[in-house]
């Protein structure tokens, strides 16, 4: 859920990929092109899923699975990986399943229906994720801010970058950050829906990610722009969030 409307998007320029690189297991998929092609919803919404794993034990996990469970458990088959865990970025359905405007989508309940699998999720975001989906919480493992979750020998660390949602988190993982909808590659997550916060979230892109360095590449929560991730070095030049440096800059453009 962009600040901005989806447009002008050059699908071409996007393929699903897969990391061959040392031992690291990492896919980055596309709704309706990738998974649930059929789902217009999918395809309008242009939600990033990730899996993310490792290549000598087979073990991954998906980040932000939705709309067509089936087909991503089919490309984990595939790939002779076997599912070992969900992270959640964030509550909002079109990321982790649930009624999104009169529209059922399938997420999180329907892996756990499929896997027998935890949950990671933030702590503040637990409940959020509960209401939004009716999975039992005992399903959902909590965690803290700098958390590391390991995925066979492959280490993500779990950074709370609350804003777009109070328990919103993104993921670190040989130099790449996934960061679902706290930054896109042009703008960020928006700060009107339940739970957003412009304060927290100017917090998060400038201090929260501030450790996250240039050659970082950006993986986001949608695509938002004409390609599918860039450098933090890219996106710190290029993203006008960057230049709202100043808190009260900030609140002029978010909390009018």
Known sequence: ???????????????????????????????????????????QMVNFSYLVGDFETREAVAIDPAYDIAKI?????????????VLATHYHPDHVGGDMMGHQIEGVVEVCERFDVPIHANKAELPWIVRATGIASTSIVEHESADILKVGRQEIELIHTPGHTPGSQCFYVEGRLIAGDTLFLNGCGRTDLPGGDPDEMYISIH????????????????????????????VRQGNYVFRLNTKDAWMQMFNA
């Open 73 to 85: 458990a089919q490309i984990l088959e595939e790939d002779e990986m076997q599912l070992t865990g």
């Open 207 to 234: 201090q929260r990610l501030a450790k996250i360095s240039d050659d970082t590449i950006l993986f986001p929560g949608h695509l938002y722009s004409p390609d599918p991730q860039a450098s933090m070095g890219q």
């Open 1 to 43: 859920m962009s600040i901005w409307p989806t447009t002008a998007v050059n699908f071409r320029k996007y393929s699903g990929r897969i990391s061959l690189a040392e031992k690291l297991y990492f896919k980055q998929l596309l709704s309706g092109v990738d998974f649930a092609p059929d789902d217009l919803l999918a395809s």
